[in-house]
């Protein structure tokens, strides 16, 4: 049994990656693997690498790239020895500037380093040099699927802005809360599981996914449990293990509901994510990133809720930013986060392939670059065009039930009179911009209302909240509802409750400026309100400190 682990002088070692080329069936109802929690843990242990026991680390990344290899059966060359932090190295190339095209390419030849997080340890996310990087292109001769898992430190660089734009010195580079999310993390799982294939000397093993969008899959699968596996992680929330039901809206607040509720509430989760909020593409992928642009120009609907939600959902409280898996830069090193972003990567395949919705087409987005080391420890870049292919990348997922499909939030009260509202609810721009402090409401005028369906099929109406001042060190949440006087009441099967506004700790105080794009077409004829000139807005904090710059309601072209 081979598995990675990620030496580190600035965070508890422990085994965070097992490579196995066989899954077995788990069934829901029993858990092969009882969930512990070992005390007396000793964060100095030594960890082992994939078919390498005890492996030092380097405290200074080496500019030498050779490695110890040996010719597997099928003739390839595999790694003896590999380290996280020397395996996968993100954004980069050399893309330049033009007043017409700006693909976003980091300057990988500097890389930030020496940060510290809120208890004073340093983080190092700087991998080796990328020097002499080759252009890839994927070509595979055969398809591998995907399973779930329930039946089966180089992130860090790319979200605590190790890097700066190529081409853009003072602008700083993070693969989050942008277009380059969907991307990146595919070319990321991509690398990693060419890297265990090649270990394994195993063309046919495949990473398995976290199935948390289907009832039976909305635990944290049994291979993770066992503190005795090197899947295991001793970061994590406690009182999240199975038989604990995952919460796809989690906010670090809410406490534990009765299972079957939780279900369908995730269940409609799913449907406002994946369906109500994603009408196209930009809205699905995220906001456009382009060279010379400052970080954060806004998330797209899957970026933030299941995937923060789930991050934070299995991070442990007791970390000073819910390490590992609660934070962006420790996230990494839990293994379950190469399940986790199975499944974000399986919703992509799902906007495409199920629901038959189209990628950006913007030359951009497309060619844009990053730079990963592949299973040879040797430095490529790779474009995002050729990571919309799933046949060229040789994998796929399984056509498996969706049960979401049929979740469709409904209205609490159709209908609702505004008028008795609305009197003592003030107008957006009369507030506006404040500080987050307690739950607030506010009318928001419509620049039209009505629309016909033509109208309707051209354009989606979309809710902005916009100049979203935070704090990238610390995680901050907050819930949006609309025409709801009763929050307390509402809940993610009611179509009153738009959605949330979530963002994960990076590690380190970093102030930043985003915004968050809800759709609410639909929701206003679920509620009877597309004819109301206005609408009431209703934002309710969770966690962090957040201040709201403006919103606006406007208007979306479709593809």
């Not at 077995?24 to 029993?30: I, L």
């Not at 492996?55 to 996280?84: M, V």
């Not at 009763?486 to 959605?499: R, V």
Request: glycine share 6%; aromatic share 10%.
């Amino acid at each position: 049994m081979a598995f990675f682990s990620l030496p580190s002088s600035t965070h508890p070692i422990y085994p965070t990656q097992i490579c196995s080329s066989s899954f077995k069936p788990f069934n829901s109802s029993s858990h092969a693997f009882p969930p512990t929690r070992v005390k007396n843990y000793n964060p100095h242990a030594k960890a082992s690498t994939c078919k390498a026991q005890n492996a030092e680390h380097r405290q200074t990344p080496s500019t030498d790239d050779s490695i110890s290899s040996s010719k597997s059966k099928s003739g390839k060359t595999s790694a003896g020895k590999f380290e996280r932090r020397d395996v996968l190295i993100g954004l980069g190339g050399l893309y330049g500037a033009t007043t017409l095209s700006r693909p976003v390419s980091p300057d990988v030849s500097n890389c930030t380093e020496g940060r510290m997080n809120p208890s004073g340890i340093p983080i190092y996310c700087c991998p080796p040099s990328a020097a002499g990087y080759s252009d890839y292109t994927p070509s595979a001769s055969e398809v591998y699927t995907r399973m779930p898992a329930h039946t089966a430190n180089i992130h860090c660089v790319y979200c605590d802005q190790g890097y700066a734009q190529s081409g853009f010195p003072d602008k700083k580079l993070d693969i989050h809360e942008s277009w380059l999310f969907f991307p990146w993390h595919r070319w990321f799982l991509y690398f990693f599981e060419r890297i265990c294939k090649n270990l394994l000397d195993d063309d046919t093993f495949t990473l398995p996914f976290w199935q948390w969008d289907d009832p039976s899959g909305m635990q944290i699968p049994p291979m993770y449990n066992d503190s005795k596996l090197s899947l295991y992680d001793f970061f994590r929330n406690p009182k999240h293990f199975p038989p604990q039901v995952l919460d796809l809206a989690y906010d670090g607040t809410g406490l534990p509901i009765d299972p079957n509720t939780q279900l369908q509430y995730n269940c409609c989760t799913m449907y406002t994510q994946m369906i109500t909020h994603s009408s196209t593409p930009l809205l699905f992928f995220g906001q456009p990133l382009l060279g010379g642009d400052d970080p954060d120009p806004g998330a797209g609907s899957v970026e933030t809720l299941p995937h923060n939600s789930v991050h934070l959902w299995v991070g442990d409280p007791s970390q000073p930013l819910r390490e590992d898996m609660g934070s962006l830069y420790s996230a990494g090193r839990d293994p379950i986060f190469w399940a986790h972003h199975g499944n974000i990567d399986r919703m992509w395949y799902i906007y495409n392939n199920v629901l038959k919705r189209k990628n950006i087409e913007d030359p951009d987005w497309l060619n844009s670059s990053f730079i990963f080391f592949n299973e040879a420890a040797r430095p490529v870049r790779v474009m995002v065009k050729d990571s919309t292919n799933l046949a060229k990348l040789g994998y796929t997922y399984p056509d498996l039930p969706l049960s979401w499909l049929k979740c469709k939030p409904k209205a609490r009260r159709r209908g609702l009179i505004l008028t008795k509202l609305s009197v003592n609810a003030p107008k957006a721009n009369e507030v506006l911009p404040m500080k987050l402090e307690k739950p607030i409401s506010f009318m928001v005028e419509r620049p039209k209302k009505s629309r016909s369906g033509q109208e309707k099929a051209e354009a989606e109406e979309v809710l902005k909240i916009k100049g979203i001042e935070f704090d990238k060190g610390e995680t901050s949440v907050f819930d949006v509802f609309v025409n709801e006087d009763d929050t307390s009441q509402s809940n993610p099967c009611k179509a009153e409750s738009l959605g949330s506004f979530s963002s994960l700790g990076h590690g380190h105080s970093m102030k930043s400026t985003t915004s968050q794009i809800f759709t609410i077409s639909e929701v206003l004829e679920e509620l009877g309100a597309d004819d109301f000139d206005s609408i009431l807005v209703t934002l309710v904090p969770r966690i962090g400190d957040v201040t709201i710059g403006g919103i606006e309601i406007t208007f979306v072209p479709k593809p």
